[in-house]
């Protein structure tokens, strides 16, 4: 069973406009979240990440808000460029077990 | 500094073959993940380190094993490949295993088993 969702195979957005990409856990128990940047033929790299004490985290262009009720996350980006196009994963921290991963929204920020 | 190292980069098997793929990290990270990435997944963890001379079970370990004789390497074999497991291998390291500590992922590694 699944235990991060991204039901959003790819999302294409305009350069300029606001990019959302969306990401619901089955856990209540889950404490950190994180979102995993990837290119092509290059491994994941860290982007952002949020605790459970909070529900807004801010970097730069990228702000990650969470609702704990909903069991739901959400990676903003304002506004896209082009080399935000990628593969964008969602992931919880487990501790002891490393990270689980959702499956990923592949993000295509057309000119 | 180069971060996260894998050797190779790619590789063809055939079934029944053995290979060892290996991770390098110079950022003396204690912890160290073995990961991999199939179509349309997300990365599922194998096995993963939390020091030199230990080794863990993750989600996916089985037809793996691995090996951590030295901090900075991180080692996983396949004894008998199979098709199964054609994916792409992904190592990773962290300082330290709490949840907000980054883990820093290599470049990855595509194996094919014909």
């Known amino acids: 069973d699944q235990q991060v969702k991204q039901n959003s195979p790819s999302l294409s957005v305009q350069e300029g406009r606001i990019s959302i990409l969306n990401c619901d856990y089955t856990n209540s128990m889950f404490d950190y979240f994180l979102w995993y940047k990837k290119y092509p033929a290059e491994g994941p790299t860290f982007l952002i990440s949020?605790?459970?004490?909070?529900d807004k985290n801010e970097d730069g262009r990228f702000t990650v808000f969470l609702n704990k009720s909903a069991k739901h996350l959400s990676l903003h980006i304002v506004p896209s460029q082009p080399g935000d196009s990628a593969v964008y994963f969602c992931?919880?921290?487990?501790?002891?077990?490393?990270?689980?991963f959702g499956k990923g929204t592949h993000l295509i920020i057309q000119p | 500094n180069a971060g996260v190292t894998q050797t190779p980069k790619f590789r063809v098997l055939k079934t029944g073959q053995s290979m060892t793929l290996l991770c390098a990290q110079d950022m003396n990270h204690e912890y160290m993940y073995w990961y991999r990435q199939d179509p349309g997944m997300g990365l599922r963890l194998i096995h993963y380190?939390?020091?030199?001379?230990?080794?863990a079970k993750g989600e996916v370990p089985d037809g793996y094993n691995v090996s951590r004789l030295k901090k900075q390497n991180f080692l996983l074999g396949l004894e008998s490949a199979a098709p199964s497991q054609t994916s792409v291998y992904f190592c990773?390291?962290?300082?330290?295993?709490?949840?907000?500590?980054?883990?820093?992922f290599g470049p990855g590694t595509r194996l094919t088993v014909l």
């Open positions: 949020i605790s459970s004490i909070k």
């Open positions: 990773a390291s962290s300082y330290l295993r709490t949840s907000t500590d980054t883990q820093y």
């Open positions: 380190s939390v020091g030199e001379g230990t080794t």
């Open positions: 992931a919880i921290h487990r501790g002891a077990d490393g990270l689980t």
